[in-house]
């Protein structure tokens, strides 16, 4: 079975930084990783996409500056370092994988991982 694991989720203060890890079983599965994230009550949210070769980039504007995404394709593992945490970043975030270039909504990805809680207090 192709598997995507989240982890590193926890509970941070507002400014403060978190990052998130997502292991894939094999990079078979699809040529863009992404993140995504679901706030309670609410519609799963694009984050980031990257490549396994990370040369490439695509953020959301609501996190650029602040989250930064980075694989290690030796470990099939990629990362979100997110920075200056806000409490409206609370949400479970989620790794994808695809085959979209800078695709944005959820039905463009075909694998997912379970999710990982990170909840900022104010």
């Known amino acids: 079975q192709v598997t995507l694991v989240e982890s590193g989720g926890g509970l941070v203060q507002a400014g403060g930084s978190l990052r998130l890890s997502c292991t894939a079983s094999?990079?078979?599965?699809?040529?863009?990783m992404a993140w995504f994230r679901q706030a309670a009550g609410k519609q799963r949210e694009f984050v980031s996409q990257?490549?396994?070769?990370?040369?490439?980039?695509y953020y959301a504007e609501s996190v650029k500056g602040r989250f930064t995404t980075s694989t290690n394709s030796a470990r099939n593992t990629m990362y979100l370092q997110m920075t200056s945490l806000k409490p409206e970043d609370t949400a479970v975030y989620f790794c994808?994988?695809?085959?979209?270039?800078?695709?944005?909504?959820?039905?463009?990805?075909?694998?997912w991982g379970q999710g990982t809680q990170v909840t900022v207090s104010s």
């Open positions: 994808a994988a695809g085959s979209i270039v800078q695709g944005i909504t959820p039905h463009e990805y075909s694998y």
């Open positions: 094999t990079r078979a599965f699809g040529d863009f």
């Open positions: 990257t490549t396994w070769s990370g040369t490439m980039t």
